[in-house]
């Protein structure tokens, strides 16, 4: 079983900056992608950046103010945060999915609240 442990969420004021890490243990084999997604009061989850190894994706919204970073050995995953918007606010999830011959995984940690303060 994997299991993803994040840090870093809290509460920052609008235009300030937070990084967001996320890292897995357990019997994590091949690794797709790594990603971050985020889900708003009464909102559905969303992608905000991913990491597969043909390169990086953002939503629309956070491109050119997120960037995520992966660590290879320690299956880890970052999202530094700049310029931070209200509209960022929501709880902060981190998702691996890996592959074993024909089984796919896809694991979700328990979630971080970022909170942007105007």
Avoid at 30 to 58: C, D, F, H, I, N
Avoid at 92 to 117: H, M, P
Wanted: hydrophobic share 35%; glycine share 12%; with cysteine.
């Amino acid at each position: 079983q994997v299991k993803l442990v994040e840090s870093g969420g809290g509460l920052v004021q609008a235009g300030g900056s937070l990084t967001l890490s996320c890292a897995a243990s357990g019997s994590v084999f091949a690794v797709t992608s790594m990603g971050w997604y985020r889900q708003a009061p009464g909102e559905e989850r969303e992608l905000v950046a991913l990491t597969t190894r043909g390169g990086k994706r953002y939503a629309d919204s956070v491109r050119g103010r997120f960037t995520i970073s992966r660590d290879n050995n320690r299956n880890a995953v970052h999202l530094q945060m700049n310029s931070l918007k209200i509209e960022d606010t929501a709880v902060y999830y981190c998702n691996l999915k890996d592959v074993l011959d024909d089984s796919e995984g896809n694991y979700w940690g328990q979630g971080t609240q970022v909170t942007v303060s105007s």
